[in-house]
T-cell receptor
Framework: QKEVEQNSGPLSVPEGAIASLNCTYSDRGSQSFFWYRQYSGKSPELIMFIYSNGDKEDGRFTAQLNKASQYVSLLIRDSQPSDSATYLCAVIKTSYDKVIFGPGTSLSVIP | EAQVTQNPRYLITVTGKKLTVTCSQNMNHEYMSWYRQDPGLGLRQIYYSMNVEVTDKGDVPEGYKVSRKEKRNFPLILESPSPNQTSLYFC????????????FGPGTRLTVT
């Protein structure tokens, strides 16, 4: 089992819809969870981070964390064509530990 | 401007010829890291450093070396590059005070023939 897994994708949604991206992790000791967006040929950029169970909202983005189920998700409301990118889930166990990235999910928002 | 810089951005080299990819950040971040990104495999951490003179192996350290003599710099060294090290490399940095949100450099595309 991979340490961090994501929906295999690619995921296509129509403009204005909600895009739902999922991530599961295997290490119960994981403490911090991040979502990065990566446009083709560019470097990853941080969208959201979450540490506590529940929801965290930032504009059109909502991160959801359920540590009991070892599951973190990213919802993108009112999806725009500019949201088309690969979304990477990242997990860090402790402050002095390595970062594990998932393989990424490619999202395409269709106008 | 806060940034992470990498050099070179593109490099084509031959098997066995030692090379160094430099990484520098101007944000006084404690944590620095190197990743390689390959199609279908995602981002994999090579080495990371919590502070000056403190480095540790990530998931794929074989064939790579790093050093952290200054807080701002974290070079990646390939002593004897091989074709399987052809990849896109990213350097990243983060601060302990900002919950380890990483800022990535622009990437270095390395081809080893």
């Amino acid at each position: 089992q991979k340490e961090v897994e994501q929906n295999s994708g690619p995921l296509s949604v129509p403009e204005g819809a909600i895009a739902s991206l999922n991530c599961t992790y295997s290490d119960r000791g994981s403490q911090s969870f991040f979502w990065y967006r990566q446009y083709s040929g560019k470097s990853p950029e941080l969208i959201m981070f979450i540490y506590s169970n529940g929801d965290k909202e930032d504009g059109r983005f909502t991160a959801q964390l359920n540590k009991a189920s070892q599951y973190v998700s990213l919802l993108i409301r009112d999806s725009q064509p500019s949201d088309s990118a690969t979304y990477l889930c990242a997990v860090i166990k402790t402050s002095y530990d390595k970062v594990i990235f998932g393989p990424g999910t490619s999202l395409s928002v269709i106008p | 401007e806060a940034q992470v810089t990498q050099n070179p951005r593109y490099l084509i080299t031959v098997t066995g010829k030692k090379l160094t990819v430099t990484c520098s950040q101007n944000m006084n971040h404690e944590y620095m890291s190197w990743y390689r990104q390959d199609p279908g495999l995602g981002l994999r951490q090579i080495y990371y450093s919590m502070n000056v003179e403190v480095t540790d192996k990530g998931d794929v350290p074989e064939g790579y070396k790093v050093s952290r003599k200054e807080k701002r710099n974290f070079p990646l060294i390939l002593e004897s590059p091989s074709p399987n090290q052809t990849s896109l490399y990213f350097c990243a940095s983060s601060s302990a005070d900002s919950s380890y949100e990483q800022y990535f450099g622009p990437g270095t595309r390395l081809t080893v023939t």
